[in-house]
């Protein structure tokens, strides 16, 4: 397993090790406190849940069962994205279209999280097609696809939420 570790970086196209360095490039950028659009934050949900939708279509045959531990999985993620955010006291500014967000680690334990799930699923993947048709497999794929798209929903739930009727900061929080 050595060589074909070495064998997966020396054969990885360049461009995605500059996509990997603008991906560690934002997660530094996150941990320091932020000002941003709504717009732009309400971004990721959208992608996350067009990836999930395909993910769910084209990679695992839906039946009963597995949309039912996606359901359960989406509700808790839900709950603990509105969670996270609220923990964080993100703030709208007056006129509720941008935000104060608080730096965190929490954008790097995404990536770290994604990263791992892409060599945990894609690597025995490349080896074998059929593997992801796996019971256990298929399984884990839709728990991880609904607890990923709740978090993001729950998250993006807070962000209209307090865009609309939370607390406002205002100019003279932002400097200080």
Known sequence: M??????????????????????????YRATKPQVVMVRKVLVMPTLITLASMAGMYFLVKPTAVKLGYWAVMFVLGSGLGWLHFSIKKIKAIEGGTRLVIPGSLGLTAVFIIAITAKYYFGYPLSLDADFIQ???QSLSLVILYGLSLGLFFGRMLYILHIAKSAPLATTATLTS
């Not at 997966?8 to 360095?21: N, Q």
């Open 134 to 136: 796996a019971p256990q």
């Open 2 to 27: 050595h060589d074909s570790i070495w064998q997966s970086i020396a054969s990885t196209p360049w461009w995605a090790y500059v996509l990997f360095g603008y991906f560690a490039f934002l997660c």
